[in-house]
């Protein structure tokens, strides 16, 4: 089975804070996604990376950046936390262009920004 | 145009009856339609996804339709059991273009009583 872990599944943080979001994957996969997930808005892509060292923004990139040094490991990154950025972070990966195009999720970290 | 408009936000459904969610979009290059399963704590799970050249694809008690001129596509999920009760994410993508990148509705929270 596929399986996607994230660092934490709480975290408290206060304003000005700098966040990591850490998101691991055991299965060899190319892509990798982090997405915000509030009510009422579904999910949004906030980066999401196809290769190592590689990244492109997604819908919701602000206040965000990225970092893939390792193909399993992608890191979501807040510069400086603010109070709108309390949410839950979901990482997804997937396998390559001639895989499926499943995304497969963690479960998730719910971020309080105070 | 990237936009998929999910209904209904919630949905309470009697034990054995059809559960119905309906989602819409606006841009035709869209190639590739799933719906992801969210129960409360856990990561969305693939459930079922379609490609626009059927109509529809069934998979046990869950089906898909699709209507390419209307450019809607739905879930019907049959005989809805208490266990099917979580939240609902239709989205779509575009395969052909490489990235994998999924535009995903706002949620349907289905509850499904006993």
């Known amino acids: 089975d596929v399986k996607v872990t994230q660092s934490s599944r709480y975290l408290v943080k206060r304003t000005g804070e700098k966040v990591f979001l850490e998101c691991v994957q055991d299965?060899?996969?190319?892509?990798m996604f982090w997405y915000r997930q509030d009510p009422g808005l579904g999910l949004r892509l906030i980066y999401f990376?196809?290769?190592?060292?590689?990244?492109e923004k997604g819908d919701i990139p602000e206040g965000y950046s990225v970092s893939r040094e390792k193909k399993e490991r992608f890191s979501l990154i807040l510069e400086s936390a603010s109070t709108n950025q309390t949410s839950m972070y979901l990482c997804?990966?997937?396998?390559?262009?001639?895989?499926?195009?499943?995304?497969?999720f963690g479960p998730g970290t719910r971020l309080t920004v105070l | 145009q990237q936009q998929v408009k999910q209904s209904p936000q919630s949905l309470i459904v009697q034990k054995g009856g059809i559960s119905i969610i309906n989602c819409a979009y606006e841009n035709t290059a869209f190639d590739y339609f799933p719906w992801y399963q969210q129960f409360p704590g856990k990561g969305p799970a693939l459930l079922i996804a379609i490609r626009p050249d059927v109509s529809e694809k069934k998979e046990g008690r869950f089906t898909i339709s699709f209507n390419k001129s209307a450019k809607q596509f739905s879930l019907h999920i049959m005989d809805s059991q208490p266990g099917d009760s979580a939240t609902y994410f239709c989205?779509?993508?575009?395969?052909?273009?490489?990235?994998?990148?999924?535009?995903f509705g706002t949620g349907t929270r289905l509850k499904v009583l006993a």
């Open positions: 989205a779509a993508s575009r395969i052909k273009s490489g990235t994998y990148k999924y535009i």
């Open positions: 299965m060899d996969h190319e892509n």
């Open positions: 997804a990966s997937r396998g390559g262009s001639s895989g499926s195009y499943e995304q497969f």
């Open positions: 990376s196809y290769d190592v060292k590689m990244k």
